[in-house]
């Protein structure tokens, strides 16, 4: 009886009570009223959706045997304590979308039978601890679009055979054990489109059967070593379209199992660049999305440890150079690489080749960018013999900042120097233990020189003054240009006592001997 005018649930006469499916989809009906359900006594799916219903009370139902329940798309505000007692014998699914609701009341779903809720866009905020006490068998839970901001400490305790928790489009900042504390059953978990920026050191502590994990449109910046603890099940990752631009050598360790990874729209490109451990772990690894992370080049290092690799997408990056054997670790069976910004001299001349050898071309468009007279040319078509190396546009690291021990107080310099056949002015950064240094005190240097032909060169020197041990760690710099990045090695620094501090020490030990 969809799409109607009806103001409230008609009688049918006999037959009502035979009638086991009622729908009344887009009527006008304000109330629902116990009365007018009572004679229908085989009723097991009710469909009271785009009504206008504004609350549930608690003389809303009869006792019936109702299993389906939707009352999606109303103006439902108040859910009155006891409100669905009536069907708590036998209700297995209730839908409250697109409502109004904007808080839960404490043990309100006493519903030992339902497998699914839905309260998609409703209006709440907060949802108070052991809320969903009541739904022992809830298989499904399904909160997207409500503004939730803060999820309470045991929040969904009692929810003991959950599989699925959606909370995207929310506005959560955190992942932490408290509100995922009991989740013990969850295998997916999506959490996309929030304002997260933080995953606490255990947040993973009781729902470690998770298989599928989506955390992507969020605020990410740092993925901490601890960040994926004890999620030794997880098979799906996704963590496109965050912020992120640091991550700790062997974060993914743990993640044994993990078949596909998401990292698309981040700005990793020196995991790819520069670090080889940051896949380390993943030897079950299929799929790996790295698309529109700003790298431009990619050492053989940079897939280690993933083995059995078989879909590797490296859209939307402007790549300049690949060293040979990049993907010999892999078993590729799909290669995505789409870039005009390739240094084609004869660092990459075994390319062509290998795609070729490995039937890698269907989902490859790539075009030279350098030298001038290959300008736009299609890697594939250019002869063998014009893949020469005249010189090197891209940065090369001559000199290495050094490994420093220094006394406490004292004042430290290290230096690093590079240099390139193209006058493309070069920039540098300064980082320790990965993290980019943004306040450093750093002087620059750039100087031409005759070294079979006129090179640029260019030092730069970070000034580090009155360590502490808090200055501790690895420095590294790095040296871009127009074409591409290149890494130095890193310096380890390590500050000591003052020596009178030492002498005392020395002393005393001496004494108690």
């Not at 098979?235 to 360790?253: M, P, Y």
């Not at 005009?340 to 269907?362: A, G, I, R, T, V």
Request: charged share 20%; proline share 3%; glycine share 4%.
């Amino acid at each position: 009886m969809n799409y109607n005018e009806l103001s409230e649930i008609p009688y049918f006469g006999e037959t009502t009570s035979n009638i086991t499916l009622l729908s009344l989809v887009h009527n006008t009906i304000p109330e629902i009223n116990a009365e007018q359900l009572q004679v229908y006594l085989s009723l097991e799916n009710l469909d009271l959706s785009s009504n206008l219903i504004s609350e549930i009370k608690a003389s809303s139902f009869p006792r019936m045997q109702l299993k389906y329940l939707n009352l999606s798309n109303n103006r439902i505000t108040t859910l009155e304590a006891g409100c669905l007692d009536n069907l708590s014998s036998s209700l297995m699914v209730i839908k409250l979308n697109r409502n109004r609701i904007s808080m839960i009341p404490p043990k309100i779903f006493r519903l030992p039978h339902v497998q699914f809720l839905e309260l998609k866009r409703n209006r709440i905020k907060i949802v108070e601890s052991l809320t969903f006490q009541g739904l022992e068998s809830l298989k499904s839970l399904k909160m997207q679009r409500n503004g939730i901001s803060r999820l309470m400490d045991g929040a969904f305790f009692g929810l003991g055979n959950i599989e699925e928790l959606e909370l995207e489009h929310n506005n959560l900042t955190e992942v932490n054990k408290g509100w995922l504390y009991g989740l013990r059953t969850l295998q997916q978990l999506y959490v996309s489109q929030n304002a997260i920026t933080r995953i606490s050191p255990d947040a993973w502590e009781f729902c470690q059967r998770l298989a599928e994990l989506d955390l992507s449109y969020n605020q990410l910046t740092r993925l901490k070593e601890s960040a994926f603890v004890g999620l030794g099940l997880l098979e799906k990752l996704n963590l496109g379209d965050n912020r992120i631009s640091h991550i700790a050598d062997g974060v993914f360790r743990g993640l044994t199992n993990l078949q596909t990874l998401d990292l698309r729209n981040n700005e990793i490109s020196w995991a790819i660049e520069d670090a080889s451990e940051a896949f380390v772990g993943l030897s079950r690894l299929d799929k790996l999305i790295l698309q529109g992370n700003q790298i431009k080049s990619i050492t053989k290092k940079a897939f280690s440890g993933l083995e059995g690799l078989k879909h590797l997408d490296l859209s939307n990056n402007a790549i300049m150079s690949i060293q040979e054997n990049a993907f010999a670790q892999a078993q590729l069976k799909e290669l995505v690489l789409n870039t005009s910004s390739l240094l084609c001299d004869c660092q990459l001349k075994w390319l062509p080749q290998w795609l070729s050898e490995n039937h890698l071309l269907q989902a490859v468009s790539v075009s030279c960018a350098h030298p001038e007279w290959l300008v736009g040319q299609s890697l594939l078509s250019v002869d063998p013999d014009d893949f020469v190396c005249d010189n090197f546009p891209k940065p090369q690291i001559r000199v290495h900042p050094e490994t420093t021990v220094a006394l406490r107080g004292a004042n430290v310099t290290l230096m690093c120097t590079a240099v390139s056949s193209s006058d493309s002015p070069m920039a540098t950064a300064w980082r320790k233990d990965s993290e980019v240094l943004y306040e450093a005190d750093v002087e620059n240097f750039a100087r031409y020189q005759q070294q079979s032909g006129e090179v640029l060169e260019y030092t730069t020197v970070l000034h580090l003054f009155n360590v502490n041990f808090t200055d501790e760690g690895k420095y590294q710099c790095i040296v871009t240009n127009h074409f591409g990045s290149n890494y130095s090695n890193k310096a380890k620094l390590t500050v000591n006592a003052t020596a009178c501090i030492q002498y005392l020490r020395l002393k005393r030990v001496m004494l108690k001997r």
